[in-house]
């Protein structure tokens, strides 16, 4: 079990994580921000097996719940970025379905 200041330490770790997330959805690099996400998840994971359910003090409750605030905003950032480039892609995977059963159902390269 994680005492309180190992807990906000913590919390601080995933605002960190996720201001790096955003940095990277800022400019693109997808593959990055995978990876820092599967580092999220494993601090989260990390998180919830030790998090002690003893409330925090009015100070560090303050603190923790400034850094969920920053966590939740750094995550709507990324979901914003994110959906146009995920509709896209989206997109494009339908697109290359079609074409697929296109190509299946009229025999793609027989000369038609």
Avoid: F
Avoid at 33 to 56: F, H, I, K, T
Avoid at 83 to 94: A, H, N, V
């Amino acid at each position: 079990m994680m005492n309180g200041e190992e807990v906000i330490s913590m919390y601080q770790g995933l605002s960190e994580l996720t201001g790096q997330m955003l940095a990277c959805a800022k400019v693109g690099d997808w593959d990055h921000m995978v990876e820092l996400e599967s580092r999220c998840a494993d601090q989260v994971q990390a998180l919830r097996a030790g998090e002690v359910l003893a409330p925090l003090s009015g100070a560090s409750r303050e603190r923790k719940v400034r850094i969920i605030h920053e966590i939740m905003a750094n995550d709507r950032a990324i979901r914003d970025l994110a959906s146009p480039w995920m509709t896209e892609l989206s997109r494009m995977l339908s697109s290359t379905g079609n074409e697929r059963k296109l190509a299946a159902a009229y025999g793609a390269g027989n000369g038609l």
